[in-house]
């Protein structure tokens, strides 16, 4: 402890430390102006100083001076004995590194943190990409390369009931144009409407259409027929080609083109049956792949991914043979009476099948024709007289009367006399107040007796036995644009309306709903719904038979029995002698209902009317097979041939003798038919 020396404010320098400040001082001074010395000496004298106290400080490792020196003077500690630098740092020297120190730390952990996330981004994102959207960037991968186009589905035919087609597809060529190749579009345009017969506004608006350089495809007819559409390709027109695409033809001529329906240009179902089972007629398209470079398909790259699924075949209940001829007589019979149109249907009895049905209208040029629309099923009209097969079915089952009770008839009857809805009602013909049995008020079709006996049923029950008999309600054919008619709930029904209803006025109906309801009579009080598909045939060949129709029974079959006789009298001895036919019993009812003119009423301002006569009935009246209509639009009105007996029996009875030929249809031993009676 001799060696050191203490002082109140720190460690004694040593003198060698105390000789190098002075000589700092030395020649700092003399580096100042005005001073005398010699700057050159001032120097020599100091080195001279530095190299002697660098020598004692070495050599004094044992004394005080030694270990201040190494504390104050960490260069030149033991670092020198191995050659390199070790610096002692003053405090405030290992506050900044220490400080530097961390930030370094922090910086580094700020970077790996960084790097993990993202590691992490990228792993995340290429589980994204490959994984959890993998499939659909493959596809657009796939798209890059590859050209997807459909394979169409062959269409399924319509056959009749007996297999005969009324409805293929076949091929045909259509031709199309790529405005982007045309040179001329005009000359081009005037040339394809010299072949294809185009007129002169459509040729201009085809110039226009190839002139578009804003597109690639342009049709320019559809379904060319095979030589002309050889003939406008031969020519090699710049930017006209051929396509060979389905084409649906109805066989022989459109029959039954009301039912069938048709297809839009691009096959798909438009009107009727067509239409109604598009889904299963037109199957499932098959697709096929190329490969592609540059937008172009490689040749030989074509593949089948997916074959297509033919459509399913459809049986239709109608007869081919039996729709043909009823198409002709009710032509004929429209033309006969210069009418505005009529319907004809023709049902199976037990199974509700449609064998025939037939609509016919006058167009602008005064032509009666076939429609394209199945107007028997989707318009309505008031039901006239035939109404009172159901009035009268009421009465008799549900008790109120029976064939022989007597009511006194009167030619004239005041409904809600001294009422607000007072009416006049005019019975079918002039007569008296006659005694009339209920027999006598039906054959006679008396619109005063009928009312007087379906008024006791009372309007709700009345209601139920036409809902019952189908009115006010779709048939369950599910046809498209079927009509429901029109049947009121029964507390709607106003003032003489719970009377007229009984005769017909008061509800309407279309024909096939008419013919159903009277078919409920011929099947012995139980309803069957209508139905046009027999069976369906699946790809494979197998034929499926379709679902009955829907039943429910509607009145007894007692009183089914005696409807039938009465139907039967009325053709034999009553308003319907026109729809006899020799050897064989038929029933039927006629109906002449007024139709509703433009002023709401049911007669025009100069006192005329317009007629819809009907006659439905069935054969043999003792055995129904068949059930029939026909009806007649808007007959000449100034013609005895103007009522459902005179008007429409007659095509009835013409109709029925061609479907006991093409049905096989025979009498039983005991039905003879009507005995002769004068007309």
């Known amino acids: ?53 660098g020598r004692r400080t070495v050599a004094s490792s044992g004394t005080k001076t030694a270990k201040i020196s190494s ?55 290429s589980f994204w990409v490959q994984v959890a959207h993998g499939a659909g960037y493959r596809e657009d991968g796939v798209q890059q390369r590859q050209r997807f186009s459909a394979i169409p589905a062959a269409r399924g ?51 226009a259409k190839l002139a578009d350089q804003s597109t690639t495809f342009v049709y320019v007819q559809r379904f060319v027929d095979e030589n002309v559409a050889e003939a406008v390709l031969s020519l090699n027109l710049a930017g006209i080609f051929g396509i060979s695409e ?42 096929m792949v190329k490969e592609a470079s540059n937008g172009r398909s490689l040749p030989g790259t074509t593949k ?9 075949d459809l049986v239709l209940t109608i007869d081919r043979s039996m729709q043909y001829q009823v198409e002709r007589i009710l032509l004929a019979r429209v033309e006969e009476l210069t009418a505005k149109g009529g319907n ?59 064939t022989d009770r007597v009511y006194d008839v009167p030619g004239v009857y005041v409904f809600d006399e001294g009422q607000e809805y007072e009416k006049t009602i005019k019975d079918a013909y002039p007569h008296d107040l006659e005694p009339m049995t209920l027999r006598d008020i039906f054959v006679r079709s008396s619109n005063i007796g009928t009312l007087m006996a379906a008024g006791e049923v009372g309007s709700p029950r009345l209601h139920d036995y036409l809902e019952a008999f189908g009115f006010g309600k779709q048939s369950g054919l599910q046809f498209p644009g079927e009509t429901a008619g029109m049947l009121k709930q029964p507390e709607n029904w106003r003032g003489s309306e719970n009377a007229t209803i009984t005769y017909g006025y008061g509800y309407s109906s279309s024909a096939l709903q008419l013919v159903s309801a009277v078919n409920v009579i011929a099947n012995d009080g139980v309803y069957v719904s209508p139905r046009l598909v027999r069976a369906t045939i699946d790809e494979k060949g197998s034929l499926w038979e379709a679902p009955a129709g829907a039943t429910h029974r509607v009145v007894s079959e007692s009183t089914a029995r005696t409807m039938q006789a009465l139907m039967a009298s009325v053709v034999c001895e009553g308003t319907g002698t026109r729809a006899r036919i ?29 007629y819809f006569a009907t006659f439905v009935g069935f054969l043999p009246a003792n055995n129904p097979q068949i059930s029939i209509l026909v009806s007649i639009d808007e007959p000449d009105p100034s013609s005895r041939d103007r009522f459902g007996g005179t008007a429409a029996a007659p095509a009835f009875a013409k109709i029925a003798t061609m479907a006991i030929h093409e049905r096989s249809i025979e009498p039983s031993a005991d039905d003879a038919g009507c005995p002769a009676v004068a007309e």
Request: one cysteine or more; glycine letters at 10%; charged letters at 25%.
């Open 1 to 53: 402890m001799s060696n050191e020396r203490r002082t109140t404010r720190g460690t004694e320098v040593p003198k060698s430390r105390r000789k190098v400040d002075s000589t700092k001082r030395a020649r700092t001074s003399a580096s100042k102006p005005g001073t005398s010395r010699s700057s050159a000496s001032d120097a020599s004298r100091a080195k001279k100083v530095r190299a002697a106290s």
């Open 71 to 125: 504390r104050r003077r960490p260069k030149q500690s033991l670092g020198l004995l191995f050659g390199r630098d070790d610096k002692v740092e003053s405090p405030k020297a290992t506050v900044r590194n220490r400080s530097t120190a961390g930030l370094r730390r922090t910086r580094f952990h700020v970077m790996v943190s960084l790097g993990l996330v993202c590691m992490v981004g990228l792993v995340g994102r």
């Open 157 to 207: 035919t319509i056959f009749d009931r007996d297999g005969n087609e009324m409805a293929i597809t076949v091929p045909a060529t259509s031709i199309y144009a790529n405005p982007q190749s045309i040179i001329d579009p005009a000359a081009t345009a005037h040339v394809l409407a010299q072949l294809l017969g185009i007129d002169a506004v459509s040729e201009a608006d085809l110039a």
């Open 246 to 287: 389905p084409e649906r033809v109805e066989v022989a001529g459109g029959l039954a083109r009301n039912v069938v329906g048709r297809t839009d240009p691009f096959g798909v179902g438009a009107t009727g049956i067509e239409l109604q089972y598009d889904k299963m007629l037109r199957g499932q398209d098959g697709e």
């Open 304 to 312: 089948i991914v997916n074959d297509p699924r033919p459509g399913t």
């Open 344 to 402: 004809a249907v023709v049902m199976d009895t037990a199974t509700g099948e449609i064998l025939a049905i037939v609509s016919v209208r006058r167009n602008a040029e005064g032509v009666a024709e076939l429609t394209a629309g199945n107007m028997a099923a989707v318009e309505a009209h008031e039901p006239g007289s035939v109404a009172k097969v159901f009035s009268m079915a009421a009465t008799l089952d549900s008790g109120v009367a029976t």
């Open 582 to 610: 020799d050897g064989i019993s038929v029933a039927g009812k006629t109906g002449t209902g007024y139709k509703i003119q433009e002023n709401g009423t049911y007669e025009n301002e100069d006192g005329t009317r317009a």
